[in-house]
C-alpha cells in the first residue's frame, strides 16, 4: 500500500523557518512528480510547490524565493523548506506524488504561524 507520511509541521511565529518532509514508501520514488500543496480552513487546496523527476521546480508566487523544494531519491523523501513564514502560510500541507493517472496523498501536516 502506497503511503506518504509528511513532517515537520508546527507553530511559529512570523519570520520564523520550518522543514517539511514526505517519506513515500510503496512507489517507484524517482519516477514521480512530487508536490507540496496547502488548504487553508475556507479555502481551496492550492499547489505551493513541485519537483520533477528531472529535478525542474515550479513554485506559487505568493512564496517564491521563501521556500525551496528538494527531493532525494535515495531517500524516498521530498522536503519542503519554509524561510521568512508569514501568518498567510498557515494552513494544512500535503505531500502529493504524480505519475500519469497515478496521484497519491499525504495525510497532512499542520504549518500555523502565529503574528
Known amino acids: 500500500q502506497v503511503q506518504l507520511v509528511e513532517s515537520g509541521g508546527g507553530l511559529v511565529q512570523t519570520g520564523g523557518s520550518l522543514r517539511l518532509s514526505c517519506a513515500a514508501s510503496?512507489?517507484?520514488?524517482?519516477?514521480?512528480?512530487m508536490g507540496w500543496y496547502r488548504q487553508a480552513p475556507g479555502k481551496q487546496r492550492e499547489s505551493v510547490a513541485t519537483?520533477?523527476?528531472?529535478?525542474?521546480?515550479n513554485y506559487a508566487d505568493s512564496v517564491k524565493g521563501r521556500f525551496t523544494i528538494s527531493r532525494d531519491n535515495a531517500k524516498n523523501t521530498v522536503y519542503l523548506q519554509m524561510n521568512d513564514l508569514k501568518p498567510e502560510d498557515t494552513a494544512v500541507y500535503y505531500c502529493?506524488?504524480?505519475?500519469?493517472?497515478?496521484?497519491?496523498w499525504g495525510q497532512g501536516t499542520q504549518v500555523t504561524v502565529s503574528s
Open positions: 519537483i520533477t523527476n528531472g529535478g525542474s521546480t
Open positions: 510503496q512507489i517507484e520514488f524517482s519516477i514521480y512528480k
Open positions: 502529493n506524488a504524480k505519475w500519469y493517472s497515478y496521484s497519491y
